[in-house]
């Protein structure tokens, strides 16, 4: 019980401070004290309450390649939706066909569910705006309306992505 708690708190601790550089950005050595002091603190005071991941388990073979698998796919598709909306909004004509829609997800896990809202909604076409897990469903805000297909839905909102994210996860 002891050695859990401790190293929920290492966990806890390793990601707050890593939040804290990102927030910061400045590489001082009184900021990088006082960050680790920070994150000691709140790794600390956050271990009780339960399982924390861990950031060195990133670092295993297959997760750090499903990561960069990850990675480079959400970043190529938000390159690609950002220049076709872009285009779209600079067209001699507007094309956008804007509306809510539901697509199913296959992920179960807190964490699973949300990274697939976080990392979907950071690809301009579509923006996450609820979800149902008892159904396992998520609702966007489409820029571009998919298909009434639920399965080409699927694979144009959220599949590609959801698919690396469960292989990051290990939930498939």
């Not at 790794?43 to 990675?71: H, S």
């Not at 480079?72 to 220049?83: E, K, P, T, Y």
Request: charged share 20%.
């Amino acid at each position: 019980m002891r050695a859990t708690r401790i190293r929920n708190a290492v966990a806890c601790a390793v990601w707050a401070y890593v939040v804290w550089i990102l927030l910061t950005w400045t590489a001082t050595a009184e900021q990088l004290l006082f960050g680790a002091a920070v994150a000691v603190t709140v790794g600390c005071a956050l271990a009780p309450l339960g399982p924390v991941a861990a950031p060195w388990r990133a670092f295993a073979p297959k997760r750090l390649l499903a990561l960069l698998r990850l990675l480079l796919g959400s970043a190529a598709r938000i390159l690609v939706a950002n220049f076709s909306l872009a285009r779209r909004i600079w067209g001699p004509r507007s094309r956008l066909q804007t509306g809510m829609i539901v697509v199913p997800t296959a992920a179960r896990g807190d964490g699973a569910v949300a990274a697939v809202g976080l990392v979907t909604s950071l690809i301009v076409d579509n923006q996450l705006v609820d979800l149902d897990r008892s159904s396992g469903q998520l609702q966007y805000h489409a820029i571009d309306l998919p298909p009434d297909n639920v399965e080409q839905r699927y694979e144009r909102v959220n599949g590609p992505s959801e698919r690396r994210i469960l292989e990051v996860a290990k939930e498939r």
